[in-house]
């Protein structure tokens, strides 16, 4: 069974297949790319001074959150 904040229109779905496959051709690109060669289409933004108050900041791992959410929803 699905709550309805679950439900998502079909343009919803198709934004986010979108920013999906853009981004993995983004990570694709920056995998390809040779350390050190010369500058391609993607480049990694890197910040030469980090800032304090993201020193305790976690990246989520969306896949492993949306697996988890799936594997909850199917338990109850």
């Known amino acids: 069974m699905t709550s309805s904040s679950e439900i998502f229109t079909p343009a ?3 934004n ?3 920013i999906y496959e853009a981004w ?5 690109d920056l995998r390809g790319q040779v350390p050190g060669g010369e500058r391609g289409l993607v480049e990694e933004y890197v910040e030469k001074v980090p800032n304090p108050s ?5 990246p989520i791992d ?3 959150l949306k697996r988890r959410s799936t ?3 199917k338990k109850s």
């Open 16 to 18: 986010v297949r979108f």
């Open 24 to 28: 993995q051709g983004v990570e694709r």
């Open 54 to 58: 993201l020193k305790t900041f976690k």
């Open 62 to 64: 969306l896949s492993d």
């Open 71 to 73: 594997q909850d929803a």
């Open 12 to 14: 919803h779905e198709e």
